[in-house]
């Protein structure tokens, strides 16, 4: 694996976790460079939405250390942390849309920190937001009326709405008809390209790695066992690998 | 096969772990609710939505039962004070028990129902669903946005609603007395009212309070703790019923141990 400089957004190094005596997470270590489309493989269940909940600070590792914007996670504040929070974006594998508030409400939830913003600002921004994951009309309507690519673009909205430094997607591909995968995939690159934001997408689906990443690692009961991009892992030897990135 | 002595102490050992950490984490909780309501900054709107929710949503139910209690007391308890000839003083009775005891107990296992299941389930869904997650990645205090309006907008409001609950139990009371016979509506009042003191109100809404403290802080802590799946909500909302009505008649017999001391 790379070893962290001074430009990388995320730098991991040792990092373990247990759940009682399960091990989840054995001695990562993982770098993600500004700009880059990181995307982190592996079977359900291997690690890969408690490793991104990690780089967050939701959940505590046992041992080994996380900087996220050139801040350490494990040793910082709790005001600090929501401060550094309010410029990472994450998209959750559910979409995690508020109940009781409707789209517009959800989209401008995270900026109620942002009070150099007036309302008229935030209003602009949250069309924009909507406007650009297609979806500017649904801008009263509640999430509990939404189909579940609706829900996922309109998550995906509210992501970006902060302009984050770095995003973390958790399986946005996950439970869509492979058009609306694709669909999300491409809205991922245009993000890319729009916010020149660096991006951790944790999947297991094939055509949103293959369409999205820079680079990819492959994770195996909460390790790496592959690095290299879509190609490269199609020539691999291992099985685990193999089993993967073939259709 | 005779257990050895490691192996009898390991489920024991196990289970003060866990009473360890499960006390941790509340005194923990309650410090952090404290901190967000004391030291702020607060969360006005979401207050406020708690308060429409918690308190005026539950006004006819209370209301409703104030009355009917009222009534029911004033029934049941005529025939035993006829025998003594006491009728006269059945208007004062009556009030007096509401005043101390029923009023404020009898609302608090209603909100303990009606409010503490709801909030229980409300943040266990949230839990379930990520959406504490997603509060929490926003960079906002999930005890200032989340459990600080809820306790806070439950202690507001039971202590009103106690106060709405009395009234409508002497409205009912007055309606009991108007069962047989005619009584006038000021020379009831003056009845009930003779033997109300100032420390029977008083400690009666401190008392409301405390019972809104618990119901609110367990219910939180119930739904933001709990567990995963469908099945975690419905634990998530029995819970906080069950140990929020429990709690309320432990603090009660405190509370009638240290107002007896005042009285």
């Known amino acids: ?247 | 096969m005779i257990p050895t002595i490691g192996t009898a102490i390991k489920p024991i050992a196990s289970k003060v772990i866990s009473i360890y950490k499960y006390l941790d984490r509340s005194i923990h909780f309650t410090l952090q609710y404290t901190k967000a309501a004391l030291a702020g900054p607060y969360e006005w709107n979401e207050l406020f939505r708690q308060c429409f929710i918690i308190g005026y949503q539950s006004l006819p139910l209370v209301a409703i039962t104030g009355l009917i209690l009222g009534i029911v007391l004033t029934i049941q308890s005529r025939p035993t004070l006829a025998e003594f000839g006491a009728t006269s003083w059945l208007p004062a009775m009556v009030t007096t028990s509401i005043f101390r005891e029923v009023g404020p107990v009898i609302t608090g296992l209603l909100f303990a129902g009606k409010i503490g299941s709801a909030i229980g389930a409300e943040l266990a869904a949230m839990r379930v669903s990520e959406q504490i997650d997603a509060i929490e990645v926003s960079g906002v205090n999930t005890y200032q946005y989340l459990i600080a309006p809820r306790v806070t907008a439950t202690i507001t409001m039971l202590v009103i609603l106690t106060i709405f609950s009395m009234a409508f139990s002497m409205f009912g009371t007055y309606l009991g007395m108007n069962l047989n016979g005619v009584l006038q509506f000021r020379i009831f009042y003056v009845q009930a009212l003779a033997h109300i003191s100032f420390i029977d109100l008083i400690s009666s809404l401190i008392k409301s309070a405390i019972f809104g403290f618990a119901i609110g802080l367990i219910a939180t802590y119930q739904g933001f703790y709990a567990t995963k799946g469908t099945s975690g909500v419905a634990k998530a909302a029995n819970k906080s019923v069950v140990y929020a009505s429990l709690a309320i008649f432990i603090i009660d017999v405190i509370a009638v141990q240290v107002t007896a001391f005042f009285r």
């Open chain 1, 1 to 247: 694996m790379p070893t962290a400089t001074t430009t990388d957004l995320v730098s991991i190094e040792k990092m373990n976790l247990n759940f009682g005596n399960h091990e989840v997470l054995k001695a990562l270590n993982l770098t993600v460079a500004a700009g880059e489309n990181l995307v982190i493989m592996g079977r359900s269940g291997c690690g890969k939405s408690v490793l991104a909940k990690c780089i967050v600070g939701l959940v505590q590792p046992d041992s080994g250390s996380i900087r996220v914007l050139n801040e350490s996670i494990l040793s910082i504040a709790p005001n600090q942390l929501n401060a550094l929070r309010r410029r990472i974006g994450f998209l959750f594998q559910s979409g995690a849309l508020y109940d009781s508030m409707n789209i517009a409400q959800n989209l401008a939830f995270p900026l109620r920190h942002h009070k150099e913003l007036d309302k008229k600002a935030k209003r602009l921004l949250v069309e924009e937001a909507l406007t650009h994951v297609g979806l500017a009309e649904n801008y009263y309507d509640m999430p509990s009326s939404l189909s579940g690519g609706m829900r996922k673009r309109i998550a995906l909205a509210r992501t970006i709405i902060i302009k984050p430094e770095l995003i973390l997607y958790d399986e946005p591909t996950t439970g869509l008809d492979p058009i609306t995968a694709l669909e999300i995939s491409e809205l991922l690159i245009s993000i890319q390209v729009k916010y020149k934001a660096a991006a951790i997408i944790i999947t297991h689906d094939q055509a949103c790695a293959r369409t999205t990443a820079n680079r990819i690692l492959v994770m195996n009961n909460g390790a790496f066992i592959a690095e290299g991009s879509y190609a490269q892992l199609m020539q691999s030897a291992i099985p685990e690998v193999q089993a993967l990135v073939h259709p």
